[in-house]
Nanobody, 121 residues
Framework: QLQLVESGGGLVQPGGSLRLSCAPS????????IGWFRQAPGKEREGVSC????????KYVDSVKGRFTISRDNAKNTVYLQMNSLKPEDTAIYYC??????????????WGQGAQVTVSS
């Protein structure tokens, strides 16, 4: 089953930036819509952003609009999440997954270990 691997997490001060990367753990010829999700301590996992298979369309939840940017480089088979103006409430483990479609964020790939993002002074 397809599995994606996240990287790029870390500790950053409020107002800082991080860029997460997401790539398949093995070879794949297929391009999928990819979603970024996050799970904060004691909370359920939530969808944050999604990008279509071509990269032409992107979508964000209201809490990250204007601060986060999702993009992809299909030549490298990698999806990125640029996170700016980070807030303490962005602290979470971030996961990426292939999803059913740009409009349906139901995950169709296995969850990886995620990338820890901690926003704290």
């Amino acid at each position: 089953q397809l599995q994606l691997v996240e990287s790029g997490g870390g500790l950053v001060q409020p107002g800082g930036s991080l860029r997460l990367s997401c790539a398949p753990s093995g070879f794949t010829r297929d391009y999928y819509a990819i979603g970024w999700f996050r799970q904060a301590p004691g909370k359920e996992r939530e969808g944050v952003s999604c990008i279509s298979s071509s990269g032409a369309r992107t979508k964000y939840v209201d809490s990250v609009k204007g601060r986060f940017t999702i993009s992809r480089d299909n030549a490298k088979n990698t999806v990125y999440l640029q996170m700016n103006s980070l807030k303490p409430e962005d602290t979470a483990i971030y996961y990426c997954a292939a999803v059913m479609s740009y409009d349906n964020w139901y995950p169709i790939s296995s969850w990886g270990q995620g990338a820890q993002v901690t926003v704290s002074s």
